[in-house]
């Protein structure tokens, strides 16, 4: 493979996007700040803790016989996520921590937290800024929910963490999603 200089990104800046399960993948990106239609942006997150790209799962076992001590390995099963957090307070927000729909929010613009949380289902896209280059990351299809304790601080922001589990879509036949190359 050749050494490509500007396919080595510093996660310098990012923005993340959701839109209703469906929502086709953007097709030509030229401004993170305008991924398409259907995109809204979850807003403001945290600067000290970046989005982090999680693999939960076995590591792959390896099964051998008396003749062949490597005859075979077995895959295991493996769950993607991608985990946040969010530093505003808005509805949107509160609606992927708590698990809530749009009807937790209340005629005097309160919101109703569940007593049994119910994941939002959303179509997320992650894009990655380092400079004039940019890598979106798309997701057709994620499960999101609060995945920890608010964070406070008198010397930082409210922080809501938030994990978007990826799910199988049949949109992209049963993938997880699709990232794209580096753009310039």
Known sequence: MAEIDNSALVAAGG???????????PADITDPLNPGVGYETIGHTSLDELPEIGREGDDPTKLGSWSNPSLKVVTPS?????AFRSIQSTELTYQMYFGAGASATQPDGSFR???TPIPQEKALLLVVVDGENFLPLWHPRVSLLGSDAVG????????????????SSPDIGGGLGEWASIIT
């Not at 923005?15 to 993948?25: D, E, F, L, Q």
């Not at 406070?152 to 799910?167: H, K, N, R």
């Open 15 to 25: 923005y993340i996007y959701v839109a209703p399960v469906g929502t086709v993948k």
């Open 78 to 82: 493996v769950t993607y996520s991608i």
């Open 113 to 115: 937290i569940p007593a």
């Open 152 to 167: 406070m601080s008198t010397e930082g922001f409210i922080t809501y963490p938030i994990t978007a589990t990826l799910l």
